[in-house]
């Protein structure tokens, strides 16, 4: 504390008492009363000099507190000399000099962040004392224990970064108190409880990142308070319940992911209003109802997945107008109809997957068109008709599987325009010959034309194609059986045992009958 008190003119009008650590050191000055008699000007140099002191020791420092605040933090950790070797615990030089703190203008403390660095520390209680700070970043270490609860009065707070670490217990409500916070990012954690409804009153927030945790309960419906936020992740975590409503309301949202809950219901229709969204994830939920045609709005995005739900109906045509779209999606769920001929449009996707449907009718030839296409999976469906001679044209492909349908017809010599392909699966089809020649080299990668209607003579094709694998049959088979001609060696070999067996067992009774008459 400061003060002035001086005798002029025969009364006291100030006293100066001044206590706080200098810069970077840890003892204290203290200047005791002291008492100014009738000299003007006297006391106009002992004012100036008590000025200078101010500025050079009050302003320029941390406060005791400060410093407490960050030696706590300090003895907490057992860390291998780690930060010791970036100075910690140096009173001398002071907090300042210490690695991975940064302090302001006037050396108030207003950022920790270390990360990578493999520190295993807590976070005491005490952090909450370093009332300047606005970065706290301690990421993708080893800090262990809980959040505490006093983090949440770190009012000037921005940014923080917590996460890929070992925290566990509950995120604490005493964090909606950071009205300043801009970012919150605790993911890879192992935290419980459920997402406190205090938070949704951040209403600087523009990062919610809480995904790979073990949180629990419902979304909160008031999640759509946050108007700002531009990312939105809670993946990978325990949740239950609908999908709130009100996350219509995040309009400046640019990457939104509720994957690998346990979400029931529909999407909510309000999801609509989400036009600068760029990637979407729904998937790994139990969601349940059609795939709304309204998604085609949101013309923004790169992303779209919903595989692994419940989801019925067909794929809405109006998904053509996601012009932007590279990953499309809805691989597990039970979709029927058949593919809209107008996805073919989608000429930036680079993975599209529908296998593990019900869909039915042709393969349409639009498909042809997605030339940066380097994922086409449409196995486990119920495709009919034979195999576009278009899809040849899709340079950039690396792995098409067809397998496990009724598609019929040869296989397209164009396909072997696919030079980059690792991996083609027609299986379990309907697929007749005559072989393309470009399975000569399938050396060059790996297929799959299992039970089909081919009769592939292993000296032409098979023995030169050891990658490749084709079952002699003039019938198409569904499923895996045992091989015909196993089957007739080894009834043949059972037959000749059987006679065999039979033969001996003959002569020996008959010995034993020999023997017993010349007994007689």
């Not at 000055?29 to 000025?51: C, D, E, H, T, W």
């Not at 164009?414 to 393309?436: E, K, M, R």
């Not at 050891?466 to 895996?480: D, H, I, M, R």
């Amino acid at each position: 504390s400061s003060g002035i008190n001086a005798e002029y003119g025969g009364r006291w009008i100030g006293i100066i008492d001044i206590e706080t650590p200098f810069l970077h050191c840890s003892h204290f000055v203290r200047l005791r009363p002291i008492k100014i008699l009738n000299n003007s000007r006297k006391m106009k140099g002992i004012v100036a000099l008590l000025f200078v002191i101010t500025l050079s020791v009050g302003v320029f420092a941390q406060t005791q507190t400060e410093i407490d605040a960050l030696m706590d933090f300090y003895g907490s950790c057992d860390t291998g000399g780690i930060l010791t070797n970036l100075g910690w615990g140096n009173l001398t030089l002071g907090p300042c000099s210490w690695g991975g703190v940064a302090c302001s203008a006037t050396d108030s403390i207003i950022g920790i962040s270390f990360s990578n660095t493999a520190i295993s520390c807590t976070l005491p209680a005490s952090l909450g004392n370093l009332n300047n700070l606005e970065t706290l970043q301690l990421t993708n270490n080893k800090i262990y224990g809980t959040i505490p609860a006093e983090l949440g009065n770190l009012t000037a707070l921005t940014d923080l970064e917590l996460w890929q670490n070992q925290l566990n217990g509950s995120i604490p409500d005493s964090l909606g108190n950071l009205s300043n916070l801009q970012n919150l990012v605790i993911y890879r954690n192992q935290l419980t409880g459920t997402i406190p409804v205090s938070l949704c009153s951040l209403s600087q927030l523009l990062t919610f990142h809480l995904w790979e945790n073990m949180l629990e309960g419902t979304l909160p419906n008031e999640i759509g308070n946050l108007s700002l936020l531009q990312e939105f992740d809670i993946d990978v975590n325990n949740l239950v319940g609908t999908l709130p409503a009100s996350l219509g309301n995040l309009v400046k949202l640019t990457y939104f992911n509720v994957d690998t809950n346990y979400f029931i219901g529909s999407i909510p229709p309000t999801i609509v209003n989400l036009v600068n969204v760029k990637k979407m994830y729904f998937d790994t939920n139990n969601l349940t109802g059609t795939i709304p045609p309204f998604l085609g709005n949101l013309t923004s995005l790169t992303v779209l997945t919903l595989y692994k739900n419940q989801l019925t109906g067909t794929i809405p045509s109006s998904l053509a107008n996601l012009y932007n779209l590279e990953t499309l999606d809805f691989d597990t769920n039970q979709l029927s109809g058949t593919i809209p001929e107008e996805l073919g449009n989608l000429i930036q996707l680079t993975d599209f997957e529908l296998w593990s449907n019900q869909l039915t009718g042709s393969i349409p030839a639009s498909l042809g068109n997605l030339v940066n296409l380097t994922i086409l999976y449409l196995y486990d469906n119920r495709l009919s008709g034979s195999i576009p001679s278009e899809l040849g044209n899709i340079a950039a492909l690396q792995y098409l599987d067809l397998s496990d349908n009724t598609l019929n017809g040869p296989i397209p010599n164009s396909l072997g325009n696919l030079t980059n392909l690792i991996y083609l699966g027609l299986n379990n089809n309907s697929l007749v010959q005559p072989l393309p020649p470009f399975l000569n080299n399938a050396t060059k990668f790996q297929v799959d034309i299992n039970f089909n209607g081919f009769i592939c003579p292993i000296s032409d094709w098979l023995v030169q194609t050891s990658s490749a694998s084709c079952v002699n049959a003039t019938e198409p088979a569904k499923k895996p059986g045992r091989d015909p001609k196993l089957i007739k060696v080894i009834i043949l070999v059972v037959c000749v045992s059987a006679i065999f067996i039979a033969i001996v067992t003959y002569f020996i009774v008959k010995h034993y009958k020999t023997r017993n008459y010349q007994k007689l």
